[in-house]
């Protein structure tokens, strides 16, 4: 059987080396704030913004949440992005995506400091991934796919991985990510011809299309560590991933589960990188 | 024997378009103006250079160089950077790298205005490649691979792709462009464990690693089609690709000659972001 590689142990660990970092910022009166930029109500979005509130509480950075009404123009948007630009006292943000429209979602994306971009949602901090610039943020999910495999031990370098789904959130920042540190990547999505092939070949495979069960026994092959970024639904409404994860279980060498594997990591990411963004105020 | 994939028709043709495009710019009063930034007299950049102005001449664009001494300082070369930004008459820069050291080549590339980016050497353009916006600009050698594909008919889209070298400059940039453009492309580089392997297995092959004769007999395989972005001396000081060209011409489809090959293409690529800045003008 493989091993299971959870989420929550790697977000333990990082969420303990933020409190010890927010607390010597409280020592020269900083506490890291977020700020959440929400418009409407999604459940989903909700349920990610009190996990979010609650890791904030636990290391000791502040947080609070900008809503604006679903029926929010795009110049109201664009008025609260200004007004966190513009906020000392705010330190990094979180913007729900989709964000109504992708007419406001890639203007408002467009606007907000870079500095503050805790999720990579400018093109500055996407542009940053490519540079390999540590003062700036990846996207929380792929990020947290490269904190899972430095938590267990799997070394990158030289290693053949396979990513599948080419997001602009998660596959392709997360293939740079990966060549940064070594890794021979190789990017799949939909067009591309004989997945399970790639798939197969790989030491190291990461599935982010999105679609349930997509990754079944032919796309596997002993002493693979797989990580699985989907979050979807099957036929009978239960939470899973990319992976058919029984399948894996009996083949690979660990995996990591859906829900408690990559998504349990993303929000200890984002306190990271909120506690990267104070610790500049200190440079 | 292999089909030679020469650059000049696909330079030449890119410049005839280039040409009516300017035609109707300056109806508009328009005349796309090309500055370009060197510090220090490097054979080489004085060598583009006037390539460079040829092509602008060419097509009815301007073009002016701003060269510093090699001794120039950061706040020097910096405060050219800013003369650029705020001057309305110029549409684009072209700055020469590496430009002195690391650290000034860094800030430069910082503080430039995105929007006259013509070389994407700033974060933000860089970042424009993950989100394929057609108004910013890829860097001009990683562009050239595209516009050689396209101009002698290779379709992209499906395609097993794979490209050595993983610099900012061309290796990762080009493999996201490929991406965007549907090729399931594998990315190697220095600590690849097998990239014969991976190079045999690509219909579309790729060098960009700068080192002479680097891809021989085992990286290739009958069918394919060889980009080589390499420009290296041999052992007698001739130019050459990084590409084994004999070696190649035998066993594949199609390959581009070095010198006469992708280095023929980037400089009209880069009228073609000129022109484009030119045109945003009149939006």
């Known amino acids: ?3 299971i590689l959870r989420g929550e142990p790697v977000a333990d660990a990082i969420l303990d080396e933020m409190k010890i970092r927010c607390g010597k910022l409280a020592e020269k009166g900083i506490i890291p704030t977020l700020v959440i930029l929400r418009v409407g109500d999604k459940a989903a979005d909700i ?5 979010a509130a609650k890791r904030c509480r636990m290391i000791g950075a502040r947080v609070f949440s900008i809503v604006l009404p679903e029926d929010a123009t795009k110049d109201e948007v664009l008025a609260q992005v ?5 906020d000392d006292t705010i330190h990094g943000c979180l913007m729900f995506r989709p964000l109504k429209n992708r007419d406001i979602e890639s203007a408002a994306c467009r606007m907000l400091d870079p500095a ?3 999720d990579c949602v400018t093109a500055a901090s996407l542009g940053n991934v490519f540079i390999g610039r540590s003062d700036r943020y990846a996207p929380c999910t792929a990020h947290a796919c490269v904190e899972m495999l430095n938590y267990y031990g799997y070394d990158i370098k030289g290693k053949r991985v396979t990513v599948i789904g080419a997001s602009i959130v998660v596959g392709k920042p997360l293939s740079v990510l990966l060549v940064n540190r070594s890794g021979t990547v190789t990017m ?3 067009d591309t011809v004989n997945t ?3 798939a197969r070949d790989a030491e190291i495979l990461i599935s982010a299309a999105g679609v349930a069960k997509l990754v079944g026994r032919e796309y596997l092959s002993p002493g693979q560590v797989v990580l699985d970024v989907g979050i ?6 239960k939470l899973c991933g990319d992976v058919d994860y029984e399948a894996a279980a009996e083949i690979v060498d660990a995996i990591t589960p859906v829900p408690g594997g990559i998504g349990a990591i993303t929000s200890a990411v984002l306190m990271k990188h909120l506690v990267e963004a104070a610790e500049r105020e200190t440079e």
């Open 116 to 118: 503050k971009d805790l």
């Open 47 to 51: 349920a990610y913004e009190r996990g």
């Open 1 to 3: 059987m493989a091993k």
């Open 188 to 190: 799949c999505h939909i």
């Open 232 to 237: 979807n639904r099957d036929e009978n409404g």
């Open 196 to 198: 399970p092939h790639h």
């Open 82 to 86: 200004e007004r966190i630009n513009k």
